[in-house]
């Protein structure tokens, strides 16, 4: 219950319009901070919801298959430019937006980790890692504003930190894989 | 069962730290107090300069004798102590350190000095008085960065040196934390390693340019590589001593350490959260935007959370072991803390400045708070608070047990004494020169400025006054030090033969398990890693695709 008191303190701080303003403001925040937040958020309510549907998770998500189907495809829509420059433009991609992924991202998420065997999770991995590589390559080198609500520059540093974000990923991976698990 | 544990726990405690290790902490406070003492005395001389007290002789100048002061101090000193302290923590948490890694140490303290006498040298020879931030357009004698090169070549051998030790014994001791002073060491090399990396490149840009290889750099990402270290070292300071508060005071005091989960939450945090924090020192820089200011400004208190995490815990330890020790009412306990002790007494006077010191880093990383004080005095009354007495004054307290316990040496009743005046000697010295130099510095009496006086301006003569009192404090410091260095020496070589203790608190009774999640260092590592990028990646790439033309090397002196 801790854990969903904070996660709907930090939603109702990241859906604010001064926050959400600032954050959506820079484009690198929007995608960055803002989204992976409120995918936290969704982390956090998850055990409640676990609880209290837990024979709608049991049936639908038994393996952890569906529910990390149902986040790739939700996070891969928002990794278009289009979606970012639809949340900021009508209210109703933006309602969506803080409504999905918490819920669609967040949740089942937390649901489908424990249940996926390690390989499910590698290769959801890979997966956020091909994401961040080919977005951020996409970004640093197309020579076209390709949102319309965000300058070329703010594209290009999206691009290098969607990068810089793979890196990380990339070493986490290897951590994974190397670190003798038992030693802990 | 239990009962044999706990016997070779106690034993275990008893063993100290191995003597060959105990030979290089020592010879790592040799160096750290022969430094103190030369760092000293040209604080000092800029006081009386400052105050227009003293002329410097012919051939010498200000920036030069500041230049040597900041590096001395803020760089050789702590980082000596630190490595001394801290390799004597983790000889006495794993029984001795692994032969390789006591090889790659001695290779650290070669390289270090080699590192030291290059970079003093070029800044004696007035060759460098670029200031201890060293950062461009101001640019020195080649040779000075290459000193710069092997001095963190030097700390990345006793970083390596540490991370395998600490690693050896996770394989050796499955399914066990590692105690929590190893926990600390570890913590402060991984941020040492990851700071390091910021002043790294800078120093490989300034290289070429000064060789002229190159003929301008960009300012804007060599000053953020700066303080990307510059920042980051001022809380490795911090977190060395709270090593000291958490483990060591509490057994000084006859209390218990605090609960253990929090202790290395703490110390997570400060490793993860920390980098990006040197941006508040860029705050007056114009090619940084409002908003990455404004929400550099939570990185930057960020770190008031484990800060007040361990103001709680330390209050809530020294009120029970007050109140055990039969201290009634309200404040009755503190009256019960050992205040003859110089052991808790350097430390607590450590904790309590960083309540004011703490409070000024607020204002310093608030934006308009900042454009106040960002160029006067204010900035180094803060940073002798904070470094000169909340991290210093631990190191003080910290020598008094633990070079007699190296040397095998006692801490006689005099020694103590001559510790407590000492410390309280350098409380005043340092509350009367950092308290006039932040008064001074909030009616604009300007900082890193040689001569102040401004052809006699009305505004400028009202900071005489404070200078005066600069110069006081100063002198009082000085004294500090020769008491200091003379303890020092003492202790080491002089003082009766015998035993010291080697103090660590042991937690409270049916304290919860420590969780092992937190020995996960390399995901630290990678949480860090990704924090910094997220922080540094939009000024950096702003700095970079909308640099201006660049500035050749310029030599104002």
């Known amino acids: 219950m801790k854990q969903l008191k904070y996660g709907i303190i930090l939603y109702i701080f990241l859906i604010l319009p001064p926050v959400a303003n600032l954050l959506e403001s820079i484009m690198i925040f929007h995608m960055h901070t803002q989204m992976p937040l409120l995918v936290f958020t969704g982390f956090l309510i998850a055990p409640f919801s676990q609880k209290k549907f837990a024979h709608f998770f049991d049936k639908w998500n038994q393996s952890g298959v569906p529910g990390i189907v149902l986040v790739i495809l939700i996070w891969s829509y928002w990794q278009l430019p289009r979606a970012m420059d639809d949340a900021l433009t009508y209210n109703v991609v933006e309602y969506f937006k803080f409504i999905s992924l918490p819920l669609l991202v967040g949740v089942p998420l937390r649901d489908s980790w424990k249940k996926l065997k390690s390989t499910g999770q590698y290769i959801f991995l890979i997966f956020i890692f091909a994401t961040l590589v080919i977005t951020g390559f996409i970004y640093i080198w197309i020579d076209q504003q390709i949102c319309n609500n965000y300058l070329i520059i703010e594209q290009q540093t999206l691009g290098w930190g969607s990068l810089a974000m793979a890196a990380c990923l990339l070493l986490y991976i290897g951590y994974r894989l190397f670190e003798n698990d038992e030693a802990f | ?557």
């Open chain 2, 1 to 557: 069962m239990e009962q044999a544990i706990d016997f070779k726990g106690r034993i275990k405690s008893k063993l100290g730290v191995n003597p060959q290790d105990a030979t290089i902490s020592l010879t790592y406070f040799t160096i750290s107090f022969a430094t103190l003492l030369i760092g000293g005395i040209l604080g000092l001389i800029q006081g009386l300069e400052r105050a227009g007290l003293y002329q410097l002789p012919a051939g010498f100048n200000y920036y030069q004798v500041l230049s040597a002061h900041g590096l001395l101090l803020l760089v050789v000193f702590t980082a000596t102590f630190t490595m001394g302290y801290q390799l004597a923590n983790l000889s006495h948490s794993f029984d001795g350190l692994l032969p390789k890694v006591r090889k790659m140490v001695w290779i650290g303290i070669v390289l270090k000095l080699i590192g030291v006498v290059l970079s003093v040298t070029t800044i004696v020879l007035g060759e460098a008085s670029v200031l201890y931030t060293f950062y461009p357009p101001l640019a020195a004698h080649p040779i000075f960065y290459v000193g710069l090169v092997f001095l963190v070549l030097g700390i990345w051998a006793v970083s390596f040196g540490v991370m395998i030790n600490y690693r050896y014994w996770r394989k050796q001791h499955p399914s066990q934390t590692t105690p929590i002073l190893a926990f600390f060491a570890m913590g402060v090399f991984v941020l040492w390693f990851f700071a390091s990396l910021g002043v790294t490149i800078e120093v490989f840009m300034i290289i070429p340019w000064v060789l002229g290889w190159i003929e301008t750099i960009n300012v804007m990402v060599t000053r953020t590589l700066f303080w990307w270290f510059g920042h980051t070292l001022v809380n490795i300071w911090y977190l060395v001593a709270t090593s000291a508060w958490y483990v060591i005071v509490p057994k000084i005091i006859g209390g218990k350490h605090f609960n253990e989960k929090l202790i290395r939450l703490v110390i997570i945090l400060l490793v993860v959260l920390n980098i990006p924090g040197g941006f508040h020192h860029q705050i007056i820089d114009p090619a940084i935007s409002i908003s990455i200011k404004f929400l550099h400004v939570f990185m930057s208190l960020s770190i008031a959370v484990p800060s007040l995490m361990t103001a709680f815990a330390m209050f809530y330890v020294l009120e029970k072991a007050g109140r055990n020790k039969g201290g009634k009412g309200l404040f009755g306990w503190l009256k019960k803390l050992p205040w003859g002790d110089v052991r808790f007494l350097a430390p607590m006077i450590a904790m309590i400045s960083f309540i004011p010191g703490g409070a000024g880093g607020i204002v310093n990383t608030s934006n308009q708070m900042n454009q106040v004080i960002h160029n006067t005095m204010w900035v180094v009354g803060h940073f002798h608070i904070t470094v000169g007495v909340s991290v210093v004054l631990t190191f003080f307290g910290i020598c008094y047990w633990l070079i007699p316990h190296l040397s095998k040496r006692q801490l006689t009743p005099r020694m103590n004494k001559i510790g407590v005046i000492q410390t309280w000697i350098w409380t005043i010295g340092m509350a009367i020169m950092a308290g006039s130099m932040h008064l001074a510095g909030l009616i604009g009496d300007p900082r890193r400025t040689s001569d102040t006086t401004y052809a006699g301006h009305e505004s400028a003569l009202s900071w005489l006054p404070y200078e005066f009192v600069f110069a006081t404090g100063a002198t009082l410091l000085m004294i500090g030090v020769i008491i200091q260095v003379y303890a020092v020496f003492n202790m080491m070589f002089f003082a009766p033969k015998g035993t010291t203790e080697f103090p660590v608190a042991e937690p409270e009774e049916d304290q919860p398990k420590v969780p092992m999640w937190t020995e996960r260092w390399g995901l630290w590592a990678i949480v860090l890693l990704a924090v910094v990028a997220m922080a540094y990646v939009i000024p950096i790439v702003d700095m970079i695709v909308n640099a201006p033309p660049g500035s050749p090397p310029i030599r104002t002196w």
